[in-house]
């Protein structure tokens, strides 16, 4: 396979294509989007843009040991298409599910695998971007013109995952390997592996690989909380018992655990120490009185400042009862030939570590922007509700929820990017853009997130490459979707923060 990263992103000779909207990505965000797209504006013409050979995105690119959600489907899940299994589902499982949505509704025809985005140009004179993509299998440059661009490349580079500079790496005699990109001949049957990270992933791969090697020790400088739950919803199997309609369930399981879930997270804002005593106490059960929940299941911080992840029946605990795997709490000094010396002193021996250490944050696909020959940077911007920036027309980018499940988001940015095209061929408009409102021009600019409120590495990382959020809910990726539900399908295409060409 050519190496198309060193390949010039300039256009060949062949024809321009065009439509009147491109979507970035076949995740779970891009496979939504073409779905409501079609629903919603029948006639519109479209293509989706991915660089990988299948649709799935997160979970096609994850292939570790275990792989799985770490929110239950039933909200992950489209709102469209009922989920019909155990809420926690394997990478395998969503993947079906997305390929069913592709074939119930046909959207195959409109999927270009191995095109990988390079750039989009913005043309005010045209009114078009102009999108260029490699293909990745043959190394050729194809270029596409759109009216519109959905991005729904997600917040993270797809092809490498974050692995921090340790002292010594290199003179590690095992393996060392990143979650994200886990190799397929990856033997560690019986032997020693040491699990860098704190996460759901490495909550993950810790109880999937148990079994099956020496010992595994999970090492972690500081803890996270967990939610040890049965993997099973007694609504929706009670509801099934009753022989009540599929799309039903759906819709009626969804409602609960989102009610559920608006009541724990404003619980752990207004009784956090409460909060906090329960989820240890789950913990705690699992792992018996003995054992030393302060040092490796008490976070510092106080719960849903990082998301929370469910650790379906215990297993990672169970792992852990049983002796099969192991929590240090410790610092990383330097790596060794034989393993990893921490801060303490002590060394853990191990013949492959697992750096389950986070994502690259990736804004915009990694694709170079310009808007009318310069340069985009995203972090000048100011974004409208998470999902527009000023300065960039025709675009809108979809980044979900961090705790609720991302879907619930994709789906109302898609109901919203639907309503906003036709509201565009009604006026006649080929350019919409957001701008701020005199009575907008004062308020401050801050951060793209703040750090009290949520705080994960790959976001603390990143910080300075997002756009800038004001200090009014407009104008901010609120992260509510208890509110933007309602507020969405309500917002005023012409109340002035929209401007149309
Ligand atoms: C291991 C793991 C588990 C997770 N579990 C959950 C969970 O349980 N619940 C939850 O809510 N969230 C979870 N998340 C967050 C998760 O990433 C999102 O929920 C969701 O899958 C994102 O979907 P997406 O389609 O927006 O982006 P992605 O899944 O990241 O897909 C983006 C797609 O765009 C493509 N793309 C990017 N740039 C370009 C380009 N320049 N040209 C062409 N194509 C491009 C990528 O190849 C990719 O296929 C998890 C994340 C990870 C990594």
Same mark, same amino acid.
């Given at each position: 396979m050519p190496d198309t990263t060193t390949l010039p992103a300039k256009a060949d000779a062949q024809k321009t294509e065009h439509f009147d909207v491109l979507i970035v990505g076949a995740g779970i965000s891009g496979v939504g989007g073409a779905y409501h797209l079609a629903k919603q504006c029948p006639g519109t013409s479209f293509v989706v843009l991915e660089t990988q050979e299948s649709f799935g995105g997160t979970w096609l690119t994850h292939r570790y040991p275990g792989i799985r959600s770490d929110s239950d489907l039933y909200t992950f899940g489209y709102r469209f298409k009922p989920w019909t299994s155990a809420p926690i589902a394997t990478a395998a499982e969503i993947l079906a599910y997305m390929g069913e949505v592709i074939d119930e509704n046909d959207l195959g025809q409109h999927i270009r695998y191995r095109h990988r985005i390079a750039s989009a140009r913005w043309s005010s004179r045209d009114n078009l971007w102009t999108i260029d993509a490699v %293909? *990745?299998? *043959?190394g050729e440059t194809r270029r596409f013109t759109a009216g519109f661009l959905w991005m729904c490349q997600g917040y993270y580079r797809h092809s490498e995952g974050y692995t921090p500079e340790w002292q010594g790496m290199e003179t590690f005699k095992g393996r060392i390997v990143h979650p994200q990109s886990w190799p397929k001949d990856l033997d560690y049957a019986g032997k020693q592996v040491l699990v860098i990270g704190s996460g759901a992933t490495a909550a993950t791969v810790v109880p999937a690989i148990a079994n099956d090697c020496g010992h595994v020790t999970l090492l972690q400088r500081s803890p996270t909380y967990f939610i040890p739950a049965r993997n099973a919803n007694d609504l929706a199997d009670t509801l099934r018992q009753l022989q009540i309609d599929e799309s039903w369930i759906h819709e009626i399981v969804r409602r609960k655990i989102l009610h559920d879930q608006a009541v724990f997270t404003r619980r752990s804002f207004e009784e956090p120490e409460a909060v906090r005593k329960e989820l240890l106490g789950g913990v705690r059960a699992y792992l018996g009185p003995d054992y030393d929940i302060d040092t490796h299941? *008490? &976070?510092?911080? %106080? &719960?849903? %400042?990082q998301r929370i992840a469910y650790v379906p029946d215990g297993d990672l605990f169970r792992g852990i009862r049983a002796g099969k795997a192991s929590v240090v709490t410790d610092e990383i000094d330097r790596f060794v030939e034989t393993g990893i010396l921490l801060k303490s002193g002590k060394t853990l021996e191990a013949d492959i570590i697992v750096t389950a250490t986070g994502f690259n944050l990736s804004v915009n696909g990694d694709i170079d922007f310009a808007v009318d020959g310069k340069p985009l940077d995203l972090s000048e911007t100011v974004t409208y509700r998470g999902m527009m920036f000023t300065g960039v027309p025709n675009m809108v980018w979809v980044f979900g929820y961090f705790r609720a499940s991302w879907t619930l988001r994709a789906d109302l940015v898609a109901d919203f990017v639907c309503r906003l095209l036709r509201h565009m061929k009604d006026k006649g408009a080929k350019k919409v853009e957001v701008a701020l409102r005199p009575e907008d021009k004062d308020m401050p600019l801050l951060p793209w997130i703040d750090p009290e409120n949520f705080n994960p590495g790959y976001l603390m990382r990143g910080m300075h490459l997002l756009p800038k959020r004001g200090g009014k809910p407009e104008w901010q990726h609120t992260q509510d979707y208890w509110s933007e539900k309602d507020q969405f399908p309500l917002i005023d295409l012409d109340d002035g923060v929209f401007v149309y060409g």
């Open positions: %293909r *990745t299998d *043959t299941f *008490t &976070p510092s911080y %106080r &719960p849903w %400042r």
